[in-house]
């Protein structure tokens, strides 16, 4: 089972100011150390994004000695990425972009997926919204960024409005229609963030996203901590260090 950690994407979203380049080296450090090993780091908006005070580049210097010790990468808005971020992501060796667009349109990302996977990067792709279609019409959009090179494909419940019965219903429907890999990202909005994660984990999916704490935009992420307990209860070992993680959440 995979934890994908986006305390240092999602999380930006909750604070006033965001991370530093040395907090977010002591956060990836941390993260490794306690067997975290995918972790998605960056502006909230994703690389190429004019907001905020810490430059891409910056971001990329401060996890560039983390670099071949797991698989770290950005979020990645086709509206956002040119030959500037392009460059970027191939010169300072990002292990994963991962495109996000609506999940009722996913065209726009065709030319990007191709343009990352042609560096040698690996192209994850994030269904945003995927409330806002049914799970049929999600399945037709999974089967089409598959097609044009995604490696694996996430549902962003980016309103934290979903609950276990439909997670179930939607992460079944992508399993069956791809042969990529499926994966879920929960908000805490109604309390089900690690209810979902878990019925996602049921019904097929094989990565899950959460943030240290669960900090993230709105009501929070499935907190990372509570992901990994859980999963070991069940008896679904992560391989995580829990005690280092709890550590590292101080």
């Known amino acids: 089972m995979e934890i994908l950690d986006c305390t240092l994407r999602d999380g930006s979203h909750a604070l006033k100011e965001p991370f530093s380049t040395e907090a977010a080296a002591t956060i ?147 399993v069956k229609a791809v042969d990529i890999p499926v994966g879920f990202h929960g908000h805490n909005n109604l309390g089900f963030s690690i209810a979902n994660a878990m019925a996602a984990i049921d019904s097929g999916a094989s990565s899950v996203d959460g943030a240290l704490g669960g900090l993230a935009r709105s009501a929070g992420n499935a907190p990372t901590e509570m992901l990994c307990a859980v999963l070991e209860k069940q008896g679904r070992p992560t391989g995580i260090d829990w005690y280092r993680l709890l550590n590292s959440v101080e």
């Open 28 to 174: 990836i450090e941390g993260l490794l150390q306690s067997g975290v090993k995918v972790i998605e780091f960056g502006k909230p908006s994703g690389i190429g994004s004019p907001k905020g005070s810490v430059t891409d580049q910056a971001y990329l210097e401060a996890a560039l000695p983390y670099a071949t010790k797991g698989e770290l990468g950005m979020f990645c808005n086709p509206n956002f990425f040119g030959e500037k971020e392009f460059e970027l992501a191939s010169r300072y060796r990002l292990g994963f972009l991962r495109v996000g667009t609506n999940a009722g349109a996913v065209e726009p990302a065709e030319p990007v997926i191709a343009k990352i996977r042609e560096a040698g990067i690996k192209a994850r792709f994030s269904l945003v919204q995927a409330h806002s279609v049914p799970p049929e019409k999600l399945a037709e959009n999974a089967r089409k960024v598959a097609g044009y090179g995604a490696q694996c494909v996430t549902i962003m419940d980016s309103t934290g409005t979903m609950i276990p019965s439909q997670v179930k219903e939607y992460v079944a429907a992508l």
